[in-house]
C-alpha cells in the first residue's frame, strides 16, 4: 500500500494566506502568483487530508471546523521555520559585541591565547575578562560565561556544560629537585616542603594521591600557604616546594621546562570544569563562538 505524500510546505503557506485573507484572490496577490495556482494548492492540501478546509460561497471563503484545526498547527510549524531561518542567519552572520567571561585564576590564564586566536577570527568580538576563584554570580554579576572547576549545585538559571575532566599531579621545579633531592615513592614526601592551597572556605587543601592500587589523602607540612591559584602556580615555578596542580595547567610549564612531574604513578582524578550561562531564549552569536573556542581549546 502506498503512504500518503505529505503536505508540501508551498500548499500550506497558500491556505494559510487564504485562511488569513479571507480571499483566494487577495492570497494570489500577496503571494505573488496567480489565483488559479492558489486554489490548486488547496485543493491538493484537502485531498490529502480528506476533508474540507473551507465553506466557499460567491461572497466570502470561511473556514471549517476542521480548517480551523489546521490553520493554528500551520501557522505555528511556519513560525517555527521563520525561528530556525533567523537562528541559522545568525549563526551565519559576523559575531560582534562584548562578551564578559570569569575564569578561574590561575587555569584561566590557559585560555589567553586561544581567545587571541579567536579575536583574530572575529576582530569585532570584544573581551571582558576577570580571574577569580570565587563562585561568581553569572545573571546577578552580569557575566556572559563563567568557567568554574569543581561540581555545582543544580540552578535553574544557568545552562551548564561541562567543558573538560581534569586529574591531579604532583609537580616541582628543577631548582627545587636539585636541591631537594628526587621523589621515588610516595613515602619520600614527608621530607620535602610542600606549597599548599587555601580554599575559599578556609580550609587546606589536602593531597590526594596514588599509592599502589590504593588512593589515599595526604596533610603535608606547608612550608607556604596561598589562596589563590595562579599565586600557588607562580610559587612552585619559582623553587618553593611541591605542589599539587590541574595537568592542564601544568603541562605546558612541563613542556618548557619550568616544572618537572613528580611521581606521575600518583596522579589521581580531578573536578571536572564547567561553562555556566545565564538561562535565556537564544545565546547570542558572539556568546556561542566563545563557548565553543573554549570547548575545541578543552577538548
Same mark, same amino acid.
Given at each position: 500500500?502506498?503512504?500518503?505524500?505529505?503536505?508540501? *510546505?508551498?500548499?500550506?503557506?497558500? =491556505?494559510?494566506?487564504?485562511?488569513?485573507?479571507?480571499? =483566494?484572490?487577495?492570497?494570489?496577490?500577496?503571494?505573488?502568483?496567480?489565483?488559479?495556482?492558489?486554489?490548486?494548492?488547496?485543493?491538493?492540501?484537502?485531498?490529502?487530508?480528506?476533508?474540507?478546509?473551507?465553506?466557499? @460561497?460567491?461572497?466570502?471563503?470561511?473556514? @471549517?471546523?476542521?480548517?480551523?484545526?489546521?490553520?493554528?498547527?500551520?501557522?505555528?510549524?511556519?513560525?517555527?521555520? !521563520?525561528?530556525?531561518?533567523?537562528?541559522?542567519?545568525?549563526?551565519?552572520?559576523?559575531?560582534?559585541?562584548?562578551?564578559?567571561?570569569?575564569?578561574?585564576?590561575?587555569?584561566?590564564?590557559? =585560555?589567553?591565547? @586561544?581567545?587571541?586566536? &579567536?579575536?583574530?577570527?572575529?576582530?569585532?568580538?570584544?573581551?571582558?575578562?576577570? =580571574?577569580?576563584?570565587?563562585?561568581?554570580?553569572?545573571?546577578?554579576?552580569?557575566?556572559?560565561?563563567?568557567?568554574?572547576?569543581?561540581?555545582?549545585?543544580?540552578?535553574?538559571?544557568?545552562?551548564?556544560?561541562?567543558?573538560?575532566?581534569? $586529574?591531579?599531579? &604532583?609537580?616541582?621545579?628543577? $631548582?627545587?629537585?636539585?636541591?631537594?633531592?628526587? *621523589?621515588?615513592?610516595?613515602?619520600?614526601? $614527608?621530607?620535602?616542603?610542600?606549597?599548599?592551597?587555601?580554599?575559599?572556605?578556609?580550609?587546606?587543601?589536602?593531597?590526594?594521591?596514588?599509592?599502589?592500587?590504593?588512593? !589515599?589523602?595526604?596533610?603535608?607540612?606547608?612550608?607556604?600557604?596561598?589562596?589563590?591559584?595562579?599565586?600557588?602556580?607562580?610559587? @612552585?615555578?619559582?623553587?618553593?616546594?611541591? $605542589?599539587?596542580?590541574?595537568? !592542564?595547567?601544568?603541562?605546558?610549564?612541563?613542556?618548557?621546562?619550568?616544572?618537572?612531574?613528580?611521581?606521575?604513578?600518583?596522579?589521581?582524578?580531578?573536578?571536572?570544569?564547567?561553562?555556566?550561562?545565564?538561562?535565556?531564549?537564544?545565546?547570542?552569536?558572539?556568546?556561542?563562538?566563545?563557548?565553543?573556542?573554549?570547548?575545541?581549546?578543552?577538548?
Amino acid at each position: 500500500m502506498n503512504e500518503r505524500a505529505d503536505a508540501s *510546505v508551498a500548499e500550506i503557506v497558500a =491556505f494559510t494566506a487564504v485562511a488569513q485573507t479571507g480571499s =483566494f484572490t487577495r492570497a494570489a496577490e500577496n503571494l505573488a502568483t496567480s489565483k488559479s495556482n492558489v486554489g490548486k494548492a488547496v485543493q491538493r492540501l484537502e485531498a490529502r487530508l480528506g476533508t474540507k478546509l473551507f465553506q466557499r @460561497t460567491t461572497r466570502a471563503v470561511h473556514l @471549517t471546523e476542521d480548517g480551523e484545526i489546521y490553520l493554528q498547527a500551520s501557522q505555528a510549524a511556519l513560525a517555527g521555520l !521563520r525561528d530556525a531561518e533567523q537562528a541559522l542567519a545568525a549563526r551565519r552572520a559576523e559575531p560582534i559585541g562584548k562578551v564578559r567571561v570569569d575564569l578561574p585564576a590561575g587555569f584561566g590564564r590557559l =585560555f589567553l591565547a @586561544t581567545l587571541a586566536e &579567536l579575536r583574530e577570527r572575529h576582530p569585532l568580538i570584544s573581551l571582558e575578562l576577570a =580571574f577569580s576563584d570565587r563562585m561568581s554570580d553569572p545573571v546577578a554579576e552580569g557575566w556572559d560565561i563563567v568557567v568554574r572547576i569543581g561540581e555545582l549545585p543544580p540552578d535553574s538559571d544557568m545552562v551548564v556544560r561541562k567543558l573538560c575532566q581534569l $586529574s591531579n599531579g &604532583l609537580y616541582a621545579a628543577p $631548582s627545587y629537585l636539585a636541591r631537594k633531592g628526587e *621523589v621515588a615513592a610516595v613515602a619520600d614526601l $614527608s621530607t620535602h616542603d610542600a606549597a599548599i592551597f587555601r580554599a575559599s572556605s578556609g580550609r587546606l587543601r589536602p593531597w590526594s594521591v596514588k599509592d599502589g592500587s590504593t588512593v !589515599r589523602e595526604i596533610a603535608p607540612s606547608p612550608a607556604l600557604v596561598v589562596a589563590d591559584g595562579q599565586a600557588l602556580i607562580d610559587a @612552585t615555578v619559582q623553587g618553593f616546594g611541591i $605542589s599539587q596542580i590541574f595537568d !592542564r595547567v601544568a603541562r605546558p610549564l612541563v613542556d618548557s621546562g619550568r616544572l618537572v612531574h613528580v611521581l606521575p604513578d600518583a596522579d589521581v582524578p580531578g573536578p571536572p570544569v564547567h561553562a555556566l550561562i545565564p538561562l535565556g531564549h537564544r545565546m547570542p552569536s558572539r556568546t556561542r563562538v566563545v563557548l565553543e573556542q573554549l570547548v575545541a581549546f578543552l577538548r
